[in-house]
């Protein structure tokens, strides 16, 4: 069975910024609460045409342009996203025909902010299986579309944004890099802290649906961020567990981006040092299926992961998803 790396790594964070304070302009809140609370200070917000496949697509050119391939050579094409352009078609294939990669097949996969450990976890088995040379897994979310810049407990806390990882085969000379394992669990039991109550078969669109604010992001924070701390911490801890490592020997953590507090709380119980584990919130707000490739980017141009290194990404999400998976970055 062939060693699947990542080889390649492109983002894209739309121009526009929120700050907290413009959002102080919006609803009944403040700088020192958002950063105190949960490491914000501004996001990347789309602008009215950009939809999440032209993010996706974005992404996903910057790195087929780093790899030197056409899109001609993707085999397959992963869409993380709660925030599709539309309900059907997905997201994959909208992005399999902007950027001209014939012959690929693709399809979206939701799970919210685990979605990109989800995914690229799909898209390491897809090669190593042996049946895919090049498979391209984005995480892309256009949460300024669903969020309620009313509602003060959500409006602060989500950006806009996009990455894209290219998976293939690791060469035999290149030992032990690539995905190593992965942990997941979803839990439904959760699923109402934290949703989009309309817009589905359960609650279909209609005037009151509108009316009720149900096409945005409702949460019950507290509840979500009690699971968060723990979930991440006890997924981490087992996923290391079973392959004789600890938090020691981890060279960096890029947890999904939601709050802070919950990422210092999983790195602090998982032994990990401060400055092995990745945050970038403060740039970016959490993007959902964005954050961890965003985080990954800023931890390579940040000097802070390197060819060889053990790397750690860890997520818990709407659902609830949780997932946590070990690489050996290859580039
Ligand atoms: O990525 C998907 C997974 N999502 C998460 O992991 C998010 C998890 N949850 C969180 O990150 C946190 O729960 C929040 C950041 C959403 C909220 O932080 P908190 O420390 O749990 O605050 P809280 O909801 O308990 O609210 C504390 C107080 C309340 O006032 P009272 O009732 O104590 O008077 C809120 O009304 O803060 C108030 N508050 C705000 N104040 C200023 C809530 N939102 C704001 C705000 N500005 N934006």
């Excluded at 809140?29 to 105190?36: H, V």
């Excluded at 294939?93 to 001209?100: D, F, H, S, W």
């Amino acid at each position: 069975m062939p060693k699947a790396k990542i080889s390649a790594l492109g983002c894209f964070a739309p121009p526009g910024v929120l700050t907290n304070k413009d959002l102080e302009k919006l609803v009944d809140t403040n700088d020192q609460w958002i950063f105190d609370r949960t490491g914000i200070r501004e996001r990347h917000i789309a602008s009215p045409e950009m939809a999440t496949s032209d993010m996706a697509a974005a992404a996903a050119r910057c790195a087929l342009a780093q790899r030197g391939i056409e899109a001609t050579e993707i085999n397959a094409i992963i869409v993380c996203t709660v925030t599709p352009d539309h309900m059907f078609p997905s997201t994959a294939c909208l992005v399999q025909n902007a950027i001209g990669a014939r012959g690929a097949w693709g399809f979206d996969l939701i799970a919210a902010c685990s979605s990109f450990v989800y995914g690229t976890t799909v898209g390491a088995h897809l090669v190593m299986a042996g049946t895919h040379k090049k498979v391209l897994v984005i995480g892309a979310d256009t949460m300024s579309r669903i969020i309620d810049y009313t509602d003060r407990a959500t409006c602060v806390l989500f950006g806009d944004g996009a990455g894209a990882v290219i998976i293939e085969p690791a060469g035999e000379d290149e030992g032990e890099l690539g995905f190593i394992d992965f942990l997941g669990e979803v839990d439904g039991s959760g699923g109402d802290f934290l949703k989009m109550p309309a817009g589905g078969s359960r609650l279909p669109a209609s005037h009151d649906t509108v009316d009720k604010r149900l096409h945005f992001v409702h949460q019950d924070g507290s509840q979500v961020f009690k699971y968060a701390v723990r979930k991440m911490y006890e997924t981490c801890r087992d996923v290391l567990q079973r392959n004789g490592l600890t938090g020691e020997d981890v060279a960096i953590m890029i947890p999904h981006q939601a709050n802070k507090r919950i990422i210092t709380a999983a790195g602090d119980r998982l032994g990990i040092a401060p400055e092995k584990v990745m945050i970038n919130i403060d740039r970016y707000g959490n993007t959902t299926a964005g954050t961890i490739p965003l985080a990954t980017r800023d931890a390579i141009a940040e000097g802070r992961l390197k060819k060889g290194d053990l790397v750690l990404l860890a997520a818990v999400g709407a659902g609830y998803t949780v997932g946590a998976s070990l690489w050996r970055w290859a580039f």
